[in-house]
């Protein structure tokens, strides 16, 4: 019984704990939320798409080109995000979530 009683204060400081640090680890991921602008490769960005417009939910991102070609991706670092198909790409996020620099080469800039 006492055994019980000793683990109940230690599970509820350990849940606490965990919470706590989801907490923080969300709050430093970015807001990639907005339109962008693809560049500085004008051909790239004929293929990709000029604009896109990016809603992110935690660390869920939905992209929108104006072609109407739809792709979802992951914030996966408070720096870094991929996306999926159609584009497949890597990025990097600058100037406070303002810029996603991708491995093909383009820019998209709010």
């Known amino acids: 019984m006492v055994k019980n009683v000793v683990l109940i204060p230690g599970f509820v400081a350990l849940t606490a704990v965990t919470f706590i ?11 990639l939320s907005g339109t962008y602008k693809c560049g500085p490769d004008k051909k790239a960005c004929q293929w990709s798409g000029a604009t896109f417009t990016v809603t992110q939910k935690g660390a869920a991102l939905e992209a929108k080109n104006e072609k109407n070609e739809m792709g979802v991706g992951t914030v996966t670092s408070p720096i870094s995000v991929s996306m999926g198909p159609p584009w497949n790409m890597l990025g990097t996020t600058g100037d406070g979530g303002k810029t996603i620099e991708w491995t093909n080469g383009t820019q998209w800039k709010k």
């Open 21 to 31: 640090g989801l907490a923080v680890a969300a709050e430093q991921l970015p807001n």
